[in-house]
Nanobody
């Protein structure tokens, strides 16, 4: 069982930045693929960014050029750097790690972009 704890969410003005963190329990983080999802009120959860064990990344078109996903295996932590935030980025952000066929989710962190 892997436990994930997200942090770093909050209220930010349009154009601002936030960095989300996802801390994993145990010492096997380097074996996991990791992704960030988000869910806005009344909408389905959507993939924002993903990173493989080897460090390859992929992004939703809506965040390309603004968000950066990364990982620090020594710290068992993944990150999502979000720049130039827009009101439409407002959502609960979740991290997910995958090992073989098992997915583990964090509890989510709220990001609100508003003036």
């Amino acid at each position: 069982q892997v436990q994930l704890v997200e942090s770093g969410g909050g209220l930010v003005q349009p154009g601002g930045s936030l960095r989300l963190s996802c801390a994993a329990s145990g010492s096997g983080f380097r074996f996991y693929a990791m992704a960030w999802y988000r869910q806005a009120p009344g909408k389905q959860r959507e993939l924002v960014a993903a990173i493989t064990r080897g460090g390859s990344t992929d992004y939703a078109d809506s965040v390309k050029g603004r968000f950066t996903i990364s990982r620090d295996n020594a710290k068992n932590t993944g990150y999502l750097q979000m720049n130039n935030l827009k009101p439409e980025d407002t959502a609960v952000y979740y991290c997910k790690v995958t090992l073989a066929t098992h997915d583990y989710w964090g509890q989510g962190t709220q990001v609100t972009v508003s003036s």
